[in-house]
């Protein structure tokens, strides 16, 4: 059994996906988000995403992780929080030594779409089916998730051939 979380960080929600790998293949396992509440001091909202998402890393012991990179061209201003709510994060991740694989939305779309400018309704439609879902994952974030768990796979998969080919000159 082999898991990887995927996650799409966020300070008022954080979206977590995990999927199993079975013979090259992803199956679906859970998702969900952690949610902190506007107007809380930042110190608590950081512990709280902090202890929820330790607990779910704890459950599930995922061998790797992906998380979405920080893109704040609109606005900088939700990019520190973010960027500190993708603190606590990796740092949940490191304290357990699990690899993560940091990816932008462009490669994210990329992997599971096939295009890099698709928009949400195809990358959550592309989930849906690759893991053989009846609906969409719900909330966003945590279909975003899944999409970065997604991607981890399969740009692992290809750096696994690229690997192997090198070994084979």
């Known amino acids: 059994m082999s898991y990887i979380i995927g996650v799409d960080p966020g300070l008022s929600s954080v979206g977590y996906g995990i999927i199993e790998i079975k013979n090259e293949r992803s199956f679906y396992v859970t ?12 110190a608590r909202r950081l512990s709280l995403i902090y202890r ?4 779910i890393v704890a ?9 979405e990179s920080i893109f704040f061209a609109k606005n ?10 993708r ?6 991740l490191g304290e357990r030594n699990i690899p993560c694989g940091e990816y932008s939305p462009i490669e994210i779309k990329n992997a599971v779409v096939g ?28 279909a975003d998730a899944l999409a970065t768990a ?18 084979d000159v």
């Open 59 to 67: 459950e599930f012991q995922p061998a790797q992780a992906g998380i």
């Open 115 to 142: 295009r890099g400018r698709a928009d949400k309704t195809q990358v959550q439609e592309m989930v849906r089916v690759i893991l053989g879902l009846e609906k969409i994952p719900k909330p966003n974030h945590a």
């Open 150 to 167: 997604l991607c981890h796979h399969h740009i692992g998969r290809f750096r696994d051939i690229c690997q192997e080919l090198e070994e």
């Open 76 to 85: 900088i201003k939700t990019a520190i929080p973010v960027a500190q709510a």
């Open 52 to 55: 929820e998402f330790s607990a």
């Open 87 to 92: 603190g606590v994060i990796l740092l949940a």
């Open 31 to 42: 998702h969900g988000t952690i949610t902190t509440k506007a107007g809380e001091p930042m």
